[in-house]
Each structure stands twice: as structure tokens, then as C-alpha cells.
Antibody, heavy 120, light 108 residues
């Protein structure tokens, strides 16, 4: 069965960087794009970007351009999301989510979420 | 960027009643690229409806989606206790992939 297992909660100071991992299993890793979505406490869902696990190409939301980097390791079927220059407003749960079929399709499997807390 | 506006913000209903949730887009949504998700506290979102009206795997038929262009609706025909949650619409036909702000469905 398809599973996306994310890394554990992180506490970071303002200005630092955080890297969250998402390990996929149960399907062919390189065949499905992966998105990152975040959710601030009590707030809605915010799309951050997408990565093609096959070629490594990425597309980021303009809001995060210059601060976010999405990468993948095909040998371990893992995608990574690194966010730099953290500020308190980046405190959120970060989810990875797999597409249903091609790039332009809904998100059918989600990781369990990783809480990132930014606090001095 | 396509902005999705959901209404109402909160909907208070009783089990057994019918729920209608609205999602309005700032411009026409490409093709049939509109989905609905359900999210319960402490959980990841769950895909309910995609392509405006297709139910995802394992979703009961009391959930249905409709609409076109800029106006979409999620209908839950008879509410079960487990249906009380937050619902989000999403468009995935153009980048950035955007979500509505959510509708909280609460027990009256």
C-alpha cells in the first residue's frame, strides 16, 4: 500500500533553516509528482511547490521563491523540502502529498505531517 | 492565480440533514480540475471528490460534487457523525495550485 512517512517535529530559531523528509513506499517513486503543502495553526492549506521525482524539476509558489528548495533521492525514494530564513510565521505543519496520476491531478496520498516550530 | 472562496465559513447542521458547501473561483477553473478534501483535527486532508464530480476510492455515495466554470458545490446527502470536519476545495488545473479557505461543518 502507498505510504508517505515524514520526519519528526522540529524546533528552530528565527533565521535558521529546516529540512523535512518524506519517504515514499508502495509504488514506483519516479512515476508520481510530489507536492508540499503547509498549514499554520488553526489556518487553511497553503501550497508551497511541486517536484518531479524522476527528473528533479521543481515549481515553487512565488511566496516561497528564494527560500524553499525541494529535492529528491531516488535511491531511497525520499523527497525533501528545505525552508531557509525561518520566521515565526513559518510555524506550521508541513505535508507532502502525492499526485493521483499526472502533474495536473489531485493529491490522493498525504504524509502524516511534520510540525515545524520557529521560536527564539 | 486562481482564488477560491468558500462559503459559508461555518455550517451548523444535525446528523441526517443535507449539507451544501460552496466554492467560487476568481476565474474559470481549467477543464474539470476541481477537488474537495475533508480534514479532521490532527489528520492530513483526505481526497473526497476530483474532476468536479468523481468520488475518490472508498468515498461513500452520500458525497457528491457538481458545478462548472467558477461555481462548485459539495453536497453531503445525509450527514453521518463522522462527516463533521473541515472541507477544502482545490483547483489543480493551473499553477499555483490553490485551496479555498475551508468550511467547517459542525454539529448543531
Amino acid at each position: 500500500q502507498v505510504q508517505l512517512v515524514q520526519s519528526g517535529a522540529e524546533v528552530k530559531k528565527p533565521g535558521a533553516s529546516v529540512r523535512v523528509s518524506c519517504k515514499a513506499s508502495g509504488y514506483t517513486f519516479t512515476s508520481y509528482y510530489m507536492h508540499w503543502v503547509r498549514q499554520a495553526p488553526g489556518q487553511g492549506l497553503e501550497w508551497m511547490g511541486i517536484i518531479n521525482p524522476s527528473a528533479g524539476g521543481t515549481n515553487y509558489a512565488q511566496k516561497f521563491q528564494g527560500r524553499v528548495t525541494m529535492t529528491r533521492d531516488t535511491s531511497t525514494s525520499t523527497v525533501y523540502m528545505e525552508l531557509s530564513s525561518l520566521r515565526s510565521e513559518d510555524t506550521a505543519v508541513y505535508f507532502c502529498a502525492r499526485v493521483y496520476s499526472d502533474k495536473w491531478s489531485p493529491f490522493d496520498y498525504w504524509g502524516q505531517g511534520t510540525l515545524v516550530t520557529v521560536s527564539s | 492565480e486562481i482564488v477560491l472562496t468558500q462559503s459559508p465559513g461555518t455550517l451548523s447542521l444535525s446528523p441526517g440533514e443535507r449539507a451544501s458547501l460552496s466554492c467560487r473561483a476568481s476565474q474559470s477553473v481549467s477543464s474539470i480540475s476541481l477537488a474537495w478534501y475533508q480534514q479532521k483535527p490532527g489528520q492530513a486532508p483526505r481526497l473526497l471528490i476530483y474532476g468536479v464530480s468523481s468520488r475518490a476510492t472508498g468515498i461513500p455515495d452520500r458525497f457528491s460534487g457538481s458545478g462548472s466554470g467558477t461555481d462548485f458545490t459539495l453536497t453531503i446527502s445525509r450527514l453521518e457523525p463522522e462527516d463533521f470536519a473541515v472541507y477544502y476545495c482545490q483547483q489543480y488545473g493551473s499553477s499555483p495550485f490553490t485551496f479555498g479557505q475551508g468550511t467547517k461543518l459542525e454539529i448543531k
